[in-house]
């Protein structure tokens, strides 16, 4: 675990929501008129967790000045899940497992946002390489809106061999490209299958791509070349879920 500042109502509502035993404490400003404010400090009296007051001016040092909406808390996260968890959380989600792996995402807000658009679409878990990847900053916790807490996200020591885990684990891999004829709705999404996408400015490194079982675009009109990662991220998964329903 590694103690770190959780910022702002989401991120502080989601660790008493899902994990208030690793929240070791808690500081709410001194006169806040914020009624969310006022009842994460209810909730977390309710849970055993005391609220510390400190005016705005101490919770603004304590944040270097990031946005706290009055709300700051000291956090023991947990370490993300080994890749040898990956075979069984396969195995309990049978046919609708559904796995997003991000191949060198390093934007803390781009990280965020694609656990928030994860966890909305149910995923199974997030996979991502233990290096050359943003992990799990409280940055991310802030723009993830508490998905971070709660979507089981694995980190891989060695991507490649990780994607050949799921592939033995019988998950299909489904690798998103620009260089590719076939549109991602012309890729069945049914059943066990992992969501490959790239970093912001790379996209897939070649062994990464070379593992995938299918390659496929999101077909567009305009000019850009490509997509947010973020943006992509949520496309795809509820082009999978679409096909789900």
């Keep these: 675990m590694s103690n770190e500042l959780l910022i702002g109502i989401h991120a502080v509502e989601a660790a008493l929501n899902h994990d208030v035993g690793n929240l070791v404490e ?12 006022k009842e994460l400090g209810e909730r977390a009296r309710e849970l055993g967790v005391k609220p510390h007051a400190r005016d705005r001016a101490a919770l603004d040092r304590m944040t270097g000045g990031a946005r706290h909406q009055g709300v700051v808390a000291r956090y ?33 807000h781009n990280f965020g946002a694609c656990l928030r658009s994860a966890e909305a679409a149910g995923v199974t878990a997030v996979v991502m390489p233990k290096d050359r990847a943003v992990g799990v900053t409280p940055t991310v916790r802030r723009a993830s809106a508490g998905a971070a807490d709660r979507v089981p996200i694995v980190a891989a ?3 490649a061999r990780t994607l050949k885990s799921l592939k033995d684990a019988g998950v299909w891999l489904v690798g998103l490209v620009g260089e590719t004829e076939q549109s991602i709705h012309a890729v069945d999404l ?19 791509r070379e593992a995938c079982d299918f ?6 009109r305009g000019q850009v070349e490509s997509l947010n990662v973020s943006v992509a991220t949520g496309i795809v998964l509820f082009e999978a879920l679409r096909q789900r329903a």
């Design 190 to 208: 049914k059943g066990p299958i992992a969501l490959v996408l790239g970093s912001e400015g790379e996209g897939l490194r070649r062994l990464t």
């Design 76 to 108: 023991n996260a947990p370490a993300p899940l080994p890749e040898s968890a990956l075979a069984e959380l396969a195995e309990k989600a049978g046919g609708e497992a559904l796995f997003l792996v991000l191949d060198g995402v390093t934007d803390p």
């Design 215 to 220: 390659l496929a675009r999101i077909p567009m």
């Design 26 to 37: 808690l500081y709410i400003e001194t006169g806040s008129q914020n009624a969310r404010v």
């Design 157 to 159: 020591t060695n991507l």
